[in-house]
């Protein structure tokens, strides 16, 4: 692991990216930490220990890591139980179940969204009592947050609490186990439960936990295959970017490389190619899937994307260069890019590669609508654009230099991404 990421305990990374699941809502951003709160506050009603309770936290804020379009996420919030809840859960399964630090999350997401009277009949070989316990106690302070949604912002929830509370007692031996009906009863009937999930107090929570957590310092493979985790979130999100923070992460490593930069810093590259792209998952499905030119408002709604990239990595210890190099992915020499408009003499080579990487990818990679660019038409283009001060000269003469091998960065096997993910050592 690079001496700059030491800082970095895996916590704070887990609990900074899972930032970018409650993004997916659009208007609603604090789902998963809201559901995690009450899983907790019904572990302690049940007296678990505190290791216990904080899983149960990490659980219901991760609890969604299979969702990435924003449909799926208006099903989620706005019907009780629906056709297609299971397809997330399985991807959740996947993506949690080959990284050994949140594995143990995998089985009760897998279930997170299956009725109590149906877990009941499975076979002990596909989860324990406790993973049945787990998921269900996801799965029915989840539903409690779909049915609270329309009445936070409105600041009216009070005036429903019996009719949520009603909603989940009839639900008690179908959807939910009875125990945990009446244990989500008693933990609610106190006004403090509901208080908690304000946006001030969550983030009052949260630096709690934080406070009280072991610190882990990860390996940087750990660290790498936790944000193959989120980039796969971020391009499942759109047909037309599948596999694009890979392509963008591999090829900006390899022309780092090239241009003599440290290890350290080619490791950090990396990340931040991987993670570019999170403040996409803000952005409306049906903007991003758009096949043809973006009006202005939505053009305005794509630029705000790496401002919200930003904002998740910048508060991870040992992160400082990566969410600048990630957030700058659209700066310009110029000072015309966004979101900073910050001019050449600003940007370091990390950075300016990124961009690079960013755009080659793009422009080479198959995508619903057009066929990807052969390598000497992406080189076409990059010159056109060093021309007009857009991207830096020196980092295009540089893929010229290595055109096979950019491309062959830049554009690789799907599968390459599962292995990658479920890499453990």
Not at 18 to 47: F, P, W, Y
Not at 58 to 83: K, N, P, R, Y
Not at 176 to 188: G, H, K, Y
Not at 299 to 320: D, P, V
Request: overall charge negative.
């Amino acid at each position: 692991m690079s001496k700059a990421l030491q800082q970095t305990d895996l916590r704070h990374v887990i609990y900074a990216l899972s930032d970018a699941l409650d993004l997916v809502g659009v208007n609603d951003v604090a789902h998963g930490k809201r559901v995690g709160i009450m899983a907790a506050e019904c572990g302690r009603t049940q007296g678990l220990a505190e290791a216990e309770t904080t899983f149960l936290f990490d659980l219901g804020m991760l609890h969604d890591i299979g969702v990435s379009s924003t449909q799926t996420h208006h099903h989620l919030v706005a019907e009780f139980d629906w056709e297609g809840s299971q397809v997330h859960a399985e991807i959740g399964y996947g993506l949690l179940s080959g990284f050994a630090p949140l594995s143990r999350m995998a089985i009760p997401v897998r279930y997170h969204h299956t009725r109590w009277d149906k877990l009941t009949t499975l076979p002990p070989s596909e989860l324990t009592a406790q993973q049945m316990q787990q998921a269900n106690l996801i799965f029915m302070v989840d539903r409690v947050d779909a049915l609270a949604v329309p009445y936070y912002s409105s600041g009216v929830l009070f005036d429903h609490l019996g009719e949520i509370r009603d909603h989940i007692q009839r639900s008690a031996g179908s959807y939910f186990a009875p125990e945990l009906v009446d244990t989500f009863l008693a933990a609610s009937e106190a006004e403090a439960f509901w208080l908690q999930l304000e946006p001030r107090s969550i983030q009052n929570y949260l630096r709690d936990l934080l406070s009280r957590g072991e610190s882990y310092q990860p390996l940087f493979a750990e660290l790498k295959q936790l944000a193959l985790i989120f980039s796969h979130i971020v391009d499942a999100k759109s047909p037309f970017t599948a596999q694009h923070s890979l392509g963008v992460a591999r090829l900006a490593r390899f022309l780092a490389e090239r241009a003599g930069v440290n290890e350290e810093n080619c490791d950090k590259l990396e990340l931040a190619g991987l993670l570019h792209d999170l403040g996409k998952l803000r952005v409306p499905d049906e903007i991003l899937d758009k096949p043809g030119p973006l009006d202005s408002h939505e053009r305005r709604i794509i630029n705000t994307h790496s401002f919200e990239t930003y904002q998740i990595l910048r508060s991870i210890g040992g992160f400082e260069e990566v969410a600048l190099w990630a957030a700058y992915h659209h700066e310009e020499p110029d000072g015309m890019g966004y979101p900073f408009h910050i001019h050449e003499k600003g940007l370091s080579i990390e950075a300016r590669i990124l961009r690079v990487a960013d755009i080659f990818q793009a422009m080479a990679q198959d995508r619903p609508y057009r066929a990807g660019l052969a390598a000497h038409e992406v080189l076409g283009f990059l010159n056109e654009l060093a021309n007009q001060g857009k991207v830096d000269a020196g980092i295009v003469k540089l893929v010229g230099e290595n055109l096979a091998q950019a491309m062959a960065a830049a554009i690789h096997d799907p599968a390459d991404l599962l292995i990658q993910i479920g890499e453990t050592d």
